[in-house]
Every structure is written in C-alpha cells, then in structure tokens.
Nanobody
Framework: QVQLVEYGGGLVQAGGSLRLSCVASERTDSNYAMGWFRQAPGKEREFVAGISGRSDRTMHADSVKGRFTISRDGAKNTMYLQMDSLRPEDTAVYYC???????????????????WGQGTQVTVSS
C-alpha cells in the first residue's frame, strides 16, 4: 500500500504563494493517477487538481485554473501543488491522494482514490 505525507501548508497573506509537497512511499511514476483535494469547514471535499498516471495530461478545477499548478517528480517520489495568487476562499485542509496502480486516468471524485495523506492546513488571510 502507498503511504502519503503532505508538507508545505501554513499561513499566508492574500496574493501570496505556497508550494505543497506530497511524498509517497513508492515511486510516483508507477502509472497511477494522483490528485489534490481540499476541504473547508462545513463544506464537502472538492477536487483541486489531478495528473494522469501516464504524465501526459493534467486537470485543474475552474476555481484554481491559472493560479495553481500540479506536477510530480518520479525520481523523488513527490507530487507538488504550486499555489500562486492565493485568496481567502482557498483556506482549507489540502489532501494528496493516489488511485490504484491499475488506474491511470484522472478522476474528480474522492471515492475513486485509494490512498490519502493526513492533510495539511492552508490559511489565507485578507
């Protein structure tokens, strides 16, 4: 089973940037799709961004498109979420997740992801 740990959350002012990292217990070029989700208090967990297991496609939610960028470095077993132009409404717990090793396509629902990190808090102040 894959174990995931997120790093990089914290407090930042509106307009600032953060870079989240997700370190996996095995190589991240193993042909499973990976993604970032977030959950704010009182709200459902929502899709933020995903990357195909074939590394030939990425997908970003409309709310973050043009501001956030998902990427990965297979040699370091790490996935990243670069977050620029942060807004207070981006405040949430951010989770990284992977699909199974036999699931290469990006999906947007949490139920289709097999392994999850513990989450990291991102707080954006006005």
């Amino acid at each position: 089973q894959v174990q995931l740990v997120e790093y990089g959350g914290g407090l930042v002012q509106a307009g600032g940037s953060l870079r989240l990292s997700c370190v996996a217990s095995e190589r991240t070029d193993s042909n499973y799709a990976m993604g970032w989700f977030r959950q704010a208090p009182g709200k459902e967990r929502e899709f933020v961004a995903g990357i195909s297991g074939r590394s030939d496609r990425t997908m970003h939610a409309d709310s973050v498109k043009g501001r956030f960028t998902i990427s990965r470095d297979g040699a370091k077993n790490t996935m990243y979420l670069q977050m620029d132009s942060l807004r207070p409404e981006d405040t949430a717990v951010y989770y990284c997740a992977t699909r199974s090793s036999r699931s290469v396509e990006i999906t947007t629902t949490p139920q289709t992801y097999a392994y999850w990190g513990q989450g990291t808090q991102v707080t954006v102040s006005s």
